[in-house]
Antibody, heavy 117, light 106 residues
Framework: EVQLVESGGGLIQPGGSLRLSCAASGFTFSTYALGWVRQPPGKGLEWVSSIGGSSGSTFYAAPVKGRFSISRDNSKRTLDLQMNNLRAEDTAVYFC??????????WGQGTLVTVSS | DIQMTQSPSSLSASVGDRVTITCRASQGITNYLAWLQQRPGKAPKSLVYDASNLQSGVPSRFSGSGSGTDFTLTISSLQPEDFATYYCQQYNSYPYTFGQGTRLEI
């Protein structure tokens, strides 16, 4: 059974940094691309970043490019999202998602990031 | 960026009804279109990929169709657990983009 479990969310002041992690199980981790999608409270879904499986190629949405960094550790089966210079508009539930082909098939339960003073 | 527009934004229906949700892309995306379901307070669940293929375990009352710029998600006979918000998502190119959601209410 595929499982994706996010952690690392919390309350952080504007300008601060936070590192999210996603622990994966139930599939051949290194084979699949992974991504992060966020959802501000009461709003819709927004793609944030993705990373390839074997290639490790990375992609970022414009609002986070230069501030966020996605990485993976295939030996530990973890996906990370380093978030720097956080802004109020980054407040959201952040979901980790696994790719099948070109899009997502499994999602984690999410972790809430609140950026506020 | 490719804009995804869903209609309607909300929809009231009853158990047993047939409902259709539409999604339009601002430019052609061939068949790189997914549909997701999200119940309140829960993670999204992937229902359909490549416009018309059901993800494993998704009931056959769900179906997707379309190509190019116009797509539909149909639920043939609504069940109580189907009342949720539905999103379309294009993955033709980065940045991946989602529709604004369609809230399906009783």
């Amino acid at each position: 059974e595929v499982q994706l479990v996010e952690s690392g969310g919390g309350l952080i002041q504007p300008g601060g940094s936070l590192r999210l992690s996603c622990a994966a199980s139930g599939f051949t981790f290194s084979t699949y691309a992974l991504g992060w999608v966020r959802q501000p409270p009461g709003k819709g879904l927004e793609w944030v970043s993705s990373i390839g499986g074997s290639s490790g190629s990375t992609f970022y949405a414009a609002p986070v490019k230069g501030r966020f960094s996605i990485s993976r550790d295939n030996s530990k089966r973890t996906l990370d999202l380093q978030m720097n210079n956080l802004r109020a508009e980054d407040t959201a539930v952040y979901f980790c998602a696994k790719y099948s082909g070109r899009t997502f098939d499994y999602w984690g339960q999410g972790t809430l990031v609140t950026v506020s003073s | 960026d490719i804009q995804m527009t869903q209609s309607p934004s909300s929809l009231s229906a009853s158990v047993g009804d047939r409902v259709t949700i539409t999604c339009r892309a601002s430019q052609g995306i061939t068949n790189y279109l997914a549909w997701l379901q999200q119940r309140p307070g829960k993670a999204p669940k992937s229902l359909v990929y490549d416009a018309s293929n059901l993800q494993s375990g998704v009931p056959s009352r769900f179906s997707g169709s379309g190509s190019g710029t116009d797509f539909t998600l149909t639920i043939s006979s609504l069940q109580p657990e189907d009342f949720a918000t539905y999103y379309c998502q294009q993955y033709n190119s980065y940045p991946y983009t989602f529709g604004q959601g369609t809230r399906l209410e009783i």
